[in-house]
T-cell receptor
Framework: DGGITQSPKYLFRKEGQNVTLSCEQNLNHDAMYWYRQDPGQGLRLIYYSQIVNDFQKGDIAEGYSVSREKKESFPLTVTSAQKNPTAFYLC?????????FGEGSWLTVV | QKEVEQDPGPLSVPEGAIVSLNCTYSNSAFQYFMWYRQYSRKGPELLMYTYSSGNKEDGRFTAQVDKSSKYISLFIRDSQPSDSATYLCAMRRGDTGRRALTFGSGTRLQVQP
């Protein structure tokens, strides 16, 4: 099936640890995005990538890092520098003017 | 001030009612407008996409854009309990700048059977 796959669905992190969220798409889309959603809030852009080997900071990039070595993959690392990482993380990809989302990953700091 | 403002609700309506959801925006560079539906603990799904001012209809859904007033709406006719979800408006620039979407905070809709 074509789509965007995020893993893991649920992740628990201890304070001070880095964690990496996976995002894979088989839609042949050039652009990929990471958004963060807090309870009762809209989506805020963390990072985006228009093409392979290039990415740009979004509105809330501090404490996060990404890579885009392959067209299909855009992993997000939540570093220990991110002070409030507990949230719902959404990966997306786009072709033309429409953006499609994966099912999300829930990250909780324990 | 946020670039996109959306009433968070919750909005509760009886089954069969017409629902009106709205967003206002401040950045005149926004040229493309979308509505997403998000069920609890799921990723958003694209409902409607519009570019020009005016109306666009798809089944029970109608998207309306008024660029002169910087105001967009989504109407849902004959609302169903399955329409209960959070509705997010989103928009992006029309120039060659950032192509990522800017979202409203979402309106939570509850359709009572």
């Amino acid at each position: 099936d074509g789509g965007i796959t995020q893993s893991p669905k649920y992740l628990f992190r201890k304070e001070g640890q880095n964690v990496t969220l996976s995002c894979e798409q088989n839609l042949n889309h050039d652009a990929m995005y990471w958004y963060r959603q807090d309870p009762g809030q809209g989506l805020r852009l963390i990072y985006y990538s228009q093409i392979v080997n290039d990415f740009q900071k979004g509105d809330i990039a501090e404490g996060y890092s990404v890579s885009r070595e392959k067209k299909e993959s855009f992993p997000l690392t939540v570093t220990s520098a991110q002070k409030n990482p507990t949230a719902f993380y959404l990966c997306a990809s786009s072709t033309g003017n429409t953006i499609y989302f994966g099912e999300g990953s829930w990250l909780t700091v324990v | 001030q946020k670039e996109v403002e959306q009433d968070p609700g919750p909005l509760s309506v009886p089954e069969g009612a017409i629902v009106s959801l709205n967003c206002t925006y401040s950045n005149s560079a926004f040229q493309y407008f979308m509505w997403y539906r998000q069920y609890s603990r799921k990723g958003p799904e694209l409902l409607m996409y519009t570019y020009s001012s005016g109306n666009k209809e798809d089944g029970r859904f109608t998207a309306q854009v008024d660029k002169s007033s910087k105001y967009i709406s989504l109407f849902i006719r004959d609302s169903q309990p399955s329409d209960s979800a959070t509705y997010l408006c989103a928009m992006r620039r029309g120039d060659t700048g950032r192509r990522a979407l800017t979202f409203g905070s979402g309106t939570r809709l509850q359709v009572q059977p």
